[in-house]
């Protein structure tokens, strides 16, 4: 036994170890279930009692020991390392530096913007909170009419006179309440509706209301402005086509659809294979709205569209999902750091 541990002894004096590995194995070799200090103390316990006293003591002590080194050691590696991942590396290229970018929204809106400015139509922007006048009433909706129904606008709950606009047109009333006509602008804004958030409705989302009036403006202006529009957003070979449609403020109203952008018109599962897709609503303006606003409609004559911008961004940008533009997820939010 006393000479077994003289060489435990020695082999301790010698111990050295370069990294966590080594010291593990170092580990095993004394103090693993095979280990050699293991074995002493099965042997120690074949001892007489006055024998096992004194190289029970002994042993121990080395066990100590081992232990001592073991902790130290392993503590002295990891600072070590923790200080070798700490180095500034100078020849290590930049990190990707993503500067600020534009929202996709903002993207075309902007686009839009510029499309409408390049043939003379001013910009206006106006409040999101409104009354029921400038929302409905103004805009010629019965009192019945669904769209004033719970379930598709935000009422405040204290005045139901007070609603969160559904659609940008309320900006229609606002400015021929205020202005003469010639009237030329388009107004870019934030709607909002009550409906279930998904991939394809969400409670807030965006338009371009564009809105023309003067002395006679007639359909042909509104059809070729809105081909122009297409064909300035998307591809200048894009086809329109009017349908025949309803809003309580445009007559005659319609509903404009663009050749699919996907398959230049010949059917995909985008346009469900119709090779079109619908982008707006439209119409002449509605006499009642334009006597609402003092605007005779025996003298001056106008044409209005609504567009969302969102469904416009999701066919130029193949994005199928709404909720991404809310997310601020800056996975998404960088792929349109390139585009103006
Ligand atoms: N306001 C209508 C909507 O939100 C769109 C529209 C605007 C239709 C102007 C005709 C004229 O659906």
Known sequence: MQEKIEKIKQELANLEAENITELEKIRIYFLGKKGILTALFEELKLLQPEEKKIYGKQLNELKNQIQYFINSKKRELE?????????????????????????????????????????????????????????????????????????????????????????????????????????????????????????????????????????????????????????????????????????????????MDISCNLCDGDGCSFCKNTGWVEILGCGMVHPNVLNNCNIDPNIFSGFAFGLGIERITNLLFSINDLRLFSENDLNFLHLFSTLE
């Open 79 to 255: 600072l070590k390392s923790a200080e070798s991942q700490t180095k500034i590396d100078f020849t290590r290229p930049a990190d990707i530096f993503h500067p600020s970018s534009l929202h996709p929204i903002n993207i075309v809106k902007n686009r839009i913007i510029n499309i409408f400015a390049r043939i003379g139509f001013d910009i206006a922007e106006d409040i999101e909170i409104e009354d029921d006048w400038h929302n409905f009433t103004a805009l010629n909706f019965p009192t019945d009419h669904p769209a004033r129904d719970m379930q598709d606008t935000f009422f405040i709950e204290r005045d139901p006179d007070i609603v969160l606009r559904t659609h940008t047109s309320s900006v229609q009333i606002r400015i021929m309440e205020s202005q003469k006509p010639p009237i030329r602008y388009i107004f870019p804004g934030r709607v909002y509706r009550n409906e279930a958030i998904s991939s394809r409705s969400h409670v807030f989302f965006h338009q371009v209301e564009g809105l023309y009036i003067d002395y006679n403006v007639s359909f042909a202006d509104l059809k070729d402005t809105l081909e122009y529009l297409a064909q300035s957003l998307f591809d200048p070979s894009t086809k329109i086509r009017l349908r025949p449609s309803y809003f309580p403020f445009t007559e005659p109203s319609a509903e």
